[in-house]
């Protein structure tokens, strides 16, 4: 594509991952595949889903588009809550908070040609996401923030200990690494949809690795997982290299948008 606007061919390497044609042999056995690796661990990994093109032109757009992102930084609980219960003791997960910091990007900052827009909206990748995660059906989501972002952690921050609140997967992509640190671990099946644990939970609050999962992720890598009942984090990154990540939120109906009180919170602005 001219003007140095990549096609999607150029972006998703195809080559490995043959997915334009959701019914070949090749893109069900893909599916079938790490549709069982999130199955069976909570989570599947996709090395070199992201050309090294698009990944080049992907950091160029963050780091153009970082001074106009939302720089966050707060203390919360595992909950995503900021205000402790008076009715818990102060070592209940719920009075457990940690700071957390990162710059977002959101939806609105980046053009319908951006890498990361075109994979989104893809309707092959669309089927393909559906497929492992296990429904016949995704949407886009339609809020003008939430759909595609990137998350870029600088020296220091990090993201803690959290379960995602609604969100059945959460699908990342890495696109730069830290220099060091800034590790995606996660305790799979922290928590049940009846039962929420709390035994469990603050034992891995309170710093018991023993079921700690460290999933290994370089540039290029997508990342498909279980936030909602699993926690997980990314470590404190140090150095001089962001770790820069992309976050891609489908939903299970059309026509969703955000809270605004979230969006005001994660993005700096609740519309645009």
Same mark, same amino acid.
């Given at each position: 594509m001219s003007d !140095?606007?990549?096609?999607v +061919? #150029?972006?998703?390497?195809? +080559? =490995?991952? @043959?997915i334009a044609d959701s019914d070949s042999d090749d893109c069900q056995a893909l599916i079938r595949q790490f549709k069982g690796d999130l199955d069976s661990q909570l989570y599947c990994v996709m090395p070199d889903f992201f050309t090294q093109e698009a990944i080049d032109a992907s950091v160029r757009e963050a780091f153009a588009i970082k001074p106009r992102g939302n720089a966050a930084s707060s203390k919360r609980n595992c909950y995503l809550q900021r205000a402790r219960d008076p009715d818990l003791p102060d070592d209940h997960p719920r009075n457990t908070f940690f700071q957390a910091s990162y710059t977002m990007m959101g939806r609105h900052l980046f053009t319908d040609t951006s890498c990361i827009v075109q994979m989104y909206y893809w309707q092959p990748m669309i089927d393909f996401i559906a497929?492992?995660? !296990?429904?016949?059906?995704?949407? @886009?989501? +339609?809020? @003008?923030? #939430?759909p595609t972002n990137i998350l870029a952690y600088s020296h220091g *921050?990090?993201?803690?200990?959290? &379960?995602?609140?609604?969100?059945? &997967?959460?699908?990342?992509?890495?696109?730069?690494?830290?220099?060091r640190g800034g590790d995606f671990e996660i305790v799979p099946n922290?928590?049940?949809?009846? *039962?929420? $644990?709390y035994d469990a939970v603050s034992k891995v609050v309170q710093?018991?690795?023993?079921?700690?999962?460290?999933v290994p992720r370089e540039a290029g890598a997508l990342v498909i &997982? =279980? !936030? $909602?009942?699993?926690?997980? =984090?990314?470590?404190?990154? +140090?150095?001089?290299?962001n770790r820069l990540m992309s976050v891609f939120v489908y939903e299970n109906e059309p026509g969703v948008i955000g809270d605004p009180e979230v969006n005001e919170t994660v993005y700096g602005t609740s519309t645009i």
């Open positions: !140095g606007v990549l096609a +061919e #150029q972006i998703i390497n195809l +080559e =490995r991952y @043959p497929g492992i995660v !296990g429904v016949s059906k995704l949407y @886009p989501n +339609e809020d @003008p923030l #939430q *921050d990090n993201s803690a200990w959290h &379960f995602d609140s609604v969100n059945a &997967f959460t699908m990342t992509l890495m696109l730069q690494a830290a220099e922290t928590r049940t949809d009846t *039962d929420q $644990c710093g018991d690795r023993s079921n700690v999962v460290t &997982f =279980r !936030g $909602c009942n699993s926690l997980h =984090r990314v470590t404190t990154v +140090e150095g001089d290299e």
